[in-house]
Structure formats: structure tokens, C-alpha cells
């Protein structure tokens, strides 16, 4: 039951995370007055997006120390790929939010694509999750 659990809250994050991240970059790239729509939607969705965001990363570890002992040498070799994958889009977040606060201005590059850099992240984590 545990389990189940688990994956059903790892899936239902994913699925807010993702739809999050899609909905930024291909919805919102069509919308023409941006500035505004931005600031009414994304003040209350952030909140969302930040709990469905710390839910994946604690539930994948848990589901994770459950099965790693069954991972083949190549699915371990996977499973560190991904993890790598989910650090460097951390590390993205991170840096964006520095540059963000620091310069009070979205005219870096990093900051302007870093949901389609993570949305292209995230479509590999999802490749290399199934193939586990």
C-alpha cells in the first residue's frame, strides 16, 4: 500500500510539474500581453508548482530506496543519469533565481529559457524513468 502511495503521489506531481513547465512555454509564449497575465497567474500557481516540485524529488527518493537493490548494472547507470539530469535542472532553478533577484531584470538568457531548457529536461527524466 505503501508503494502505491508513493507512485501515485510521484505520478500526480509529475503531471502538475510537467503541465506547469508546458503550459509556461507553449501556452504563454502565444499570449501578447504577458506582463500582466504573468503576474495573476504565476503568483498563485508558484506555490503549486513549488509543492509539486519538492513532492517529486521526496517521493523519487523513497520509491527509489525501495528499488534500487532490483536495478540491473544498466538501469543503475540510467538511474544516475537522471539524477544528474534532476541536479542540473536544480541548478538551473537556483541561478535563475539568483540572477532574478539580483538584477531585478528577465533580460538574461538563462532566466528567459529556463522552462524550456527544464521542459526538455523534463521530457528526458521521463524517457530515462520509463526505460528503468
Given amino acids: 500500500m505503501k508503494e502505491f502511495i508513493l ?3 510521484h505520478l500526480y506531481s ?3 510539474f510537467v503541465g506547469y513547465v508546458f503550459f509556461d512555454c507553449v501556452i504563454c509564449a502565444k499570449i501578447e500581453n504577458m506582463n500582466k497575465f504573468k503576474k495573476a497567474y504565476f503568483k498563485s500557481s508558484g506555490i503549486i508548482y513549488a509543492i509539486s516540485f519538492i513532492l517529486l524529488i521526496f517521493t523519487g527518493i523513497m520509491i527509489a530506496i525501495d528499488k534500487f537493490h532490483l536495478f540491473s548494472n544498466v538501469s543503475k547507470i540510467i538511474f544516475v543519469i ?3 539530469l534532476i541536479i542540473f535542472m536544480i541548478a538551473i532553478t537556483i541561478i535563475s533565481i539568483i540572477i532574478l533577484k539580483r538584477n531585478k531584470n528577465s533580460n538574461n538568457f538563462l532566466v528567459k529559457k529556463a522552462h524550456i531548457i527544464a ?5 528526458l527524466i521521463v524517457l530515462l524513468a520509463k526505460l528503468l
Fill in 82 to 84: 537522471k539524477i544528474l
Fill in 119 to 123: 521542459l526538455i529536461l523534463c521530457f
Fill in 7 to 9: 507512485i501515485f503521489i
Fill in 14 to 16: 509529475v503531471i502538475v
